[in-house]
Nanobody, 116 residues
Framework: QVQLVESGGGLVQPGGSLRLSCAAS????????MGWYRQAPGKQRDLVAT???????HYADSVKGRFTISRDNVKNTVYLQMNSLKPEDTAVYYC??????????WGQGTQVTVSS
């Protein structure tokens, strides 16, 4: 089992920044992919960004150039630096962990609201 604990969400004005963190604990394999997804009200959960244990990254087109995903493999923590936030970035952000055996875990979600 893997437990994921997210933090860092909140209310921010358009153009502002937030940094999300997700700490993983439990049966962590050294080879894995961690990432962030988001779900706005009435919409499906969509990929935001992923990062492998080798630090290869992938971003949704909508966040490229504004968001940066990174990780600390010693702390088993993944971060999402979000800059130039827009109202359409408002959503619940979920941390995701996929093991080398394709077992998937989700965090409980953290709310990000971009509004003036």
């Amino acid at each position: 089992q893997v437990q994921l604990v997210e933090s860092g969400g909140g209310l921010v004005q358009p153009g502002g920044s937030l940094r999300l963190s997700c700490a993983a604990s439990g049966s962590i394999f050294s080879i894995n992919t961690m990432g962030w997804y988001r779900q706005a009200p009435g919409k499906q959960r969509d990929l935001v960004a992923t990062i492998t244990s080798g630090r290869s990254t992938h971003y949704a087109d909508s966040v490229k150039g504004r968001f940066t995903i990174s990780r600390d493999n010693v702390k088993n923590t993944v971060y999402l630096q979000m800059n130039s936030l827009k109202p359409e970035d408002t959503a619940v952000y979920y941390c995701n962990y996929v093991s080398r055996f394709q077992t998937t875990y989700w965090g409980q979600g953290t709310q990000v609201t971009v509004s003036s």
